[in-house]
């Protein structure tokens, strides 16, 4: 017999005396979420909240947990609210109860920058009495300091409305909506065409570039159909920023046959990932247009794996629970029954966005159809990382928010995929914290849970040369390093090998951190090389497309 291993992983200690969850708590739930009877039907002949479940969970997780609340919602008009003006009346609404966020210039300079929407059920998720320290609060609603004070200032000092609006369109263009290098990353077909097709002329053969799609890592193709493009309600952070604004270079696919003639001639590529905006949008009639020559065409067989990238379990979930849903269910019957995988990539940052009645289930009515749910989420300070009263980074109590959503996401059968760095994009220096410290919380996190219900990657930021883990510290020669490994890479050798970065204790941005004893990474040359080459080939088929300069 051995001794259990010491070494101060975090755990949280559950009630002994788990009250039960009876029938009537259930009624109440879900009268306070105004139900319709065709939903409590479905609820109650597909078993979507057994109270064992729910009793577990609120035993669980008392501190998140809004399942038994009472208190009525202050949201019950409209299922969303958008842009400047619904962003007036979700404040109009909360001052009438008596609620004053304040910072108003401030928070319209954001709307109007970055947009906003913001659903009923995200609202009625938020706890209101104490609404500042609240994650949903701080995910949805512009804060002050998101933007810098110069520009805030300029913005209140202007004479109409009209020139407000100039000056955020104007600071929109550059809040460097495709870091990375993004727009390189869009595939092409070749042609034999006389014109060369894309555009490019000249004869004798081209290519067409497919403008709403990604392809960087063999494995999988993005892409950005046209009618994903917006989102169940914004996050802050919104890393697709281009997408929802409608910016004019943003990636948008109307061609699905373009996108199968693509698969046919990539047989690498096993998972197609829908995203936006967001994928649960897709009407049912457009995804069986991609899926069915998955499941018909022989050609097509390497693919395997549908994912659809989505908030809406977040935001909406009451949509699944509908009649109107049961033939996008039934969609995704086919594909089980005919061995292609539906995988829902949500992004739970918290345990809050998963403990009420109506994600549970719609969590459960999604897995009762073959579907794989998933969660991927940026740790973003304010939301999901926490400072103490001196703005250092509170290890423990941000480590505590993932392992209580890792465990929680293991009892509901969800596969926790990963965490990751904030991107460099939109207003990055609020939402990230020190590389340093948001490895201490992902090294506890990664301790802390059971090796089922760990992330399937140690942390990782996105860059232009792929998926950067940082896999821990190393000591050498008495000097402390960051170890690195690439998670995805755009050539995948370099995947291969661990290297070394100089510690810093306050770098933010994984791509700014410096090799430890060379001039510079292994793989930069190469890299360089591959971007030069991709800038040359789109500057020649989309000379108007400008894709972005700048370090990677
Ligand atoms: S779900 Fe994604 S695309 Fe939509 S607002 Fe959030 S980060 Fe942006």
Request: glycine residues 8%.
């Amino acid at each position: 017999m051995t001794a259990p291993a010491t070494g101060s992983a975090l755990s949280r200690a559950t009630s002994t005396t788990a009250p039960a969850l009876t029938a009537d708590d259930l009624r109440r739930m879900m009268d306070r979420h105004g139900y319709s009877d065709q939903t409590r039907h479905i609820i109650a002949t597909e078993n979507l909240l057994p109270l064992g479940l729910l009793a577990r969970l609120q035993a669980t997780y008392p501190s998140y947990s809004g399942l038994l609340e009472r208190s009525p919602f202050l949201f019950t008009e409209r299922d969303a609210y958008a842009g400047l003006d619904g962003f007036r009346r979700v404040i109009a609404a909360l001052e009438r109860q008596g609620i004053h966020i304040g910072h108003m210039t401030e928070r319209e300079l954001f709307v109007e920058v970055y947009r906003f929407k913001a659903s009923r059920h995200a609202l009625n998720s938020i706890n209101w009495d104490d609404y500042e320290r609240d994650s949903m609060f701080q995910l949805m609603f512009p804060q002050p300091g998101m933007i810098r004070q110069g520009l805030v200032d300029a913005y209140a000092a202007a004479n109409s409305p009209e020139q407000r609006t100039r000056i955020a369109q104007d600071y929109a263009r550059k809040t460097n909506p495709h870091d990375g290098h993004q727009l390189l990353n869009k595939p092409w077909l070749e042609c034999d065409g006389e014109d060369g097709g894309g555009g490019g002329g000249g004869g004798g053969g081209g290519i067409d570039l497919v403008e709403g799609s990604q392809h960087k890592y063999p494995q999988c193709m993005l892409v950005f159909d046209k009618t994903t493009q917006k989102c169940f309600a914004f996050c802050t952070y919104c890393f697709r920023h281009a997408q929802v604004r409608g910016d004019d270079d943003m990636f948008i696919q109307e061609d699905i046959v373009q996108i199968h003639d693509y698969l046919r001639a990539h047989p690498e590529v096993t998972d197609l990932l829908i995203t936006g905006g967001d994928a649960g949008y897709i009407p049912v009639e457009r995804l069986r247009q991609y899926v069915m020559p998955i499941i018909q065409d022989p050609r097509l067989l390497h693919v395997r794996t549908v994912r659809l990238g989505s908030r809406m379990l977040t935001y909406q979930p009451e949509l699944i629970l509908t009649r109107k849903y049961d033939r996008m269910l039934a969609l995704f019957d086919t594909m089980h029954d005919n061995g292609v995988q539906l995988s829902w990539m949500s992004h739970f940052s918290t345990p809050r966005e998963l403990l009420n009645p109506s994600t549970i289930a719609a969590i459960r009515r999604l897995q009762r159809h073959g579907v794989v749910v998933r969660s991927q989420s940026p740790i973003m300070n304010h939301i999901s990382l926490f400072t103490d009263e001196q703005g250092r980074v509170d290890v423990q109590r941000s480590a505590q928010n993932w392992i209580d959503l890792g465990n929680l996401l293991a009892t509901l059968l969800v596969r926790f995929h990963s965490m990751y760095c904030a991107r460099a994009t939109g207003e990055h220096h609020y939402f990230t914290a020190p590389l340093a410290d948001i490895e201490k919380i992902s090294n506890l996190v990664f301790r802390s849970l059971s090796s089922l219900n760990r992330p399937s990657r140690y942390i990782t930021m996105t860059t232009s040369a792929g998926k950067l883990s940082i896999l821990g510290t190393a000591e050498v020669n008495g000097q402390t390093a960051f170890a690195l490994k690439f998670n995805e890479s755009r050539n995948m050798a370099w995947m291969d090998r661990v290297f070394l970065a100089k510690y810093d204790r306050s770098e933010s941005r994984v791509d700014f951190l410096l090799p430890f004893d060379t001039d510079r990474f292994f793989f930069e040359d190469e890299l360089k090389a591959v971007e030069q080459e991709l800038l040359a080939l789109h500057g020649k088929y989309r000379p108007a497309d400008g894709a972005e300069a700048g370090r990677t």
